[in-house]
């Protein structure tokens, strides 16, 4: 175990253990160490690099570089090829694939081309990550050839694109808190494995943050668990480049097509047959891993929920309690969700002093006559997860799908701030 799986590991048992979630990768790595953020130098001056996705069944993007050198994403024709996996789909069928680089002979690390200020970096291969030792892993040894798929890291300027053709949800958890680490905030998202549910988790995209998401390949449509995720992500726009069929109630663009991003390293475009979409500028934000909190919400006076914490500036080893008041609502049955975002994730407070990750009801089906005043969670903040917090409580209509705050038929939320 080489010290970076380690520093992983010790993460994801930190993140089990302890009761906030934690920043320990933020507070270890100095933002912007790992070279993936050029800062000002590689913007603009040597003019535009496009990223096209295909609209095709079979996965493909095509880069062009601004001396207009091509490179290949799986099935596409570039100057230099690359393919994620030995999937056909992604036309590397063949554990021997022809393409110039494959998860097989490249090295989360390696640099696959730097020019003109653009770098494009593997950043997962095999099952590691980068900062990680690579493996050789043929065909016949691996049950799952998704989970080894080859990541690749396009940066220009201040612009990040991240595609892991088929990769899962471990698999990109542990590329993420690596990513996250380095200081990298993604701009544009190719969703993993054409938006299968067994990729994309909660955790991951609260790691890396996209502004944008690409669904790409493949004719069946997107899950409902990953839309639900990148909504909950505040995704602003999910492009499809097929026609598939969910998507309604989601911020999704219909392309139904090739999908064109253009850059100059401060802003990006999206283009397809008959749309484009301007624009928007790099998000180049090193090491603020939460939203910046808007104003606190201003208190009205009939308002039918209210969450406080006994302070909005707490330090380790200081004890959070989160309460909440909910006037009666006789109108129907609803489920009730107290959830907490942070640093690494969104967390689900559970009755009994817990916090759960993900989205979960504290209550479901509850019918309220009177009103409710009661601490949700008391409990001691451990060192390691300096941050800033975002608790909602929200009630959403009974069985309802959440998929954000805007599921919620009432809500409220306390920002707060640990430090260690
Ligand atoms: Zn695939």
Sequence with gaps: ??????????????????????????????????????????????????ITTYGTGNEGHLITFPDLTTMSIDCANGDITTVSHFHSDHCGSSCESSAQHHRNNTRPGDILYDKDGVIVQCVAANSKVIGEEAVYLSCEDTSDENRESMALLITYGGFDYLTAGDLTTRREEWMGDALRALGVNVDVLKVSHHGSRSSSSAEYLQAI??????????????HLETLDNLKYAEVKTIYYARDY???????VHRANGDITITTDGYTYSFSGRDFRHDSFHVDDSVGSPTPTPMPGPTPVPDKLVQVTTNGTDLAAGNTLVVKAAVMPILKWKFDAYAVLLGPAGVYSIRFGNSLVPGVEPIARKVFLFGEYDGTLLQMKVPPGVAGRYR?????????????????????????????D
Excluded: K, W
């Design 1 to 50: 175990m080489d010290a970076h799986r380690r520093f992983i590991a010790r993460t994801i048992v930190a993140a089990l253990r302890t009761v906030l979630v934690p920043a320990l990768l933020l507070a270890a790595c100095p933002a912007g160490g790992g070279g993936a953020d050029l800062g000002d130098a590689g913007r603009g001056a040597h003019g535009s690099l496009t």
């Design 245 to 251: 069929e969910n998507g309604e109630g989601y911020p």
């Design 209 to 222: 943050r996209p502004e944008y998401a690409v669904v790409c390949g493949s004719a069946s449509s997107p």
């Design 391 to 419: 608790v909602i409580l929200g009630l959403a209509d009974e069985g309802a799908r959440v998929t954000g705050v805007g599921s919620a038929f009432e809500l409220d939320e306390q920002y707060l701030t640990v430090t």
